[in-house]
């Protein structure tokens, strides 16, 4: 049974930080790209960032980059999002995802993650 468990959301400021984690289990971790979405209230799920299988490429959204960085650790089966200079409108129900490499719609991703509240207070 796949599980994408993560973890490391809250309550920050407006230009804070914050780390998200997902630790990946009965699924072959470096056989899968790993990404991050994310969700706001009364909006559709929208990517974030994307890290390769290979560990070579990565890829984020335009409103996060420059921003965040994406990183995944093989050995550990985790993927972690560093966020910095966090902006009101980053609020939303972050989501770890597996799927394919080089894609950025959430349909191309067949594994999720229950999602971890970030909230970015101005």
């Known amino acids: 049974q796949v599980q994408l468990l993560e973890s490391g959301g809250g309550l920050v400021q407006a230009g804070g930080s914050l780390k998200l984690s997902c630790r990946a289990s009965g699924l072959t971790f470096t056989a899968y790209a790993m990404a991050w979405f994310r969700q706001a209230p009364g909006t559709q799920r929208e990517f974030v960032a994307a890290h390769s299988w290979d560990g070579y490429g990565t890829s984020y959204s335009d409103p996060v980059k420059g921003r965040f960085t994406i990183s995944r650790d093989n050995a550990e089966n985790t993927v972690t999002l560093q966020m910095t200079h966090l902006k009101s409108k980053a609020t939303a129900v972050y989501f770890c995802?597996?799927?394919?490499?080089?894609?950025?719609?959430?349909?191309?991703?067949?594994?999720w993650g229950q999602g971890t509240q970030v909230t970015v207070s101005s």
């Open positions: 995802a597996a799927g394919p490499n080089g894609f950025s719609e959430p349909g191309m991703f067949a594994y």
